[in-house]
């Protein structure tokens, strides 16, 4: 081999070694930049935590919350106000069609059960029957079928009253049926002012014969 090829071969040897070595010394570098120890050419560094994104938030606060539960409290309370209303004014005006002779027998029969203890001496007497609510606007409306089972006229008050659910009296109404005549039955109407909702049961609670 010549002396020249075999220079060229040495000087290519050389610059593998030198790419070789370099290369080792920036991994040297590079591990030592990384590492753990104690060299003054590392950096310490803490995370800063990132603030919540708020830009895609859709809750209520809880302040909105507490106002929109007051606002439907209010709304349902003021919808419970408005149906008595149209129900009590609903049962005056079928009241007011009657005559005035029965607006003064409910009258006197509310003064005469004032002074009655107990049921009365006329309860068997009395019986309720419902009318279609069609008839009255939606309302609770009864016949009071009064028979008067003695044998002479006579005149009769009876108070209905009108429970919920649980049993409690919500209303007491009052009719008056005047000068029946032996074995003779009559029918006044009682209605009941409270709204259609929620359901009430009517019984009688007193019956009076005078």
Known sequence: MSEGRRSRRCRGAGVVAGAVLATAGCLTLVACGSGGGKSSGSTSFSPRPSPP????????????????????????????????????????????????????????????????????????????TGMPRSEVGGLLALHVNIRNSSDKAASFAVQVDFRDSSGKVVESRYVGAEKVKPGETVHPVV????????????????????
């Open 53 to 128: 994104a708020t830009a895609s938030f859709s809750g209520t606060a809880p302040s909105a919350l507490s106002s929109a539960a007051s606002s439907a409290v209010a709304s349902a309370r003021a919808s419970a106000s408005a149906a008595a209303s149209s129900a009590s004014a609903r049962a005056s005006e079928f009241e007011a069609s009657v005559s005035a002779q029965t607006e003064r027998a409910n009258a006197a029969a509310r003064k005469e059960l004032d002074k009655v203890q107990g049921r009365g001496n006329a309860a068997s007497d009395v019986s309720l």
């Open 191 to 210: 209605i009941s002012h409270e709204p259609p909702e929620p359901k009430l049961k009517a019984e009688v609670a007193k019956a009076q014969r005078y």
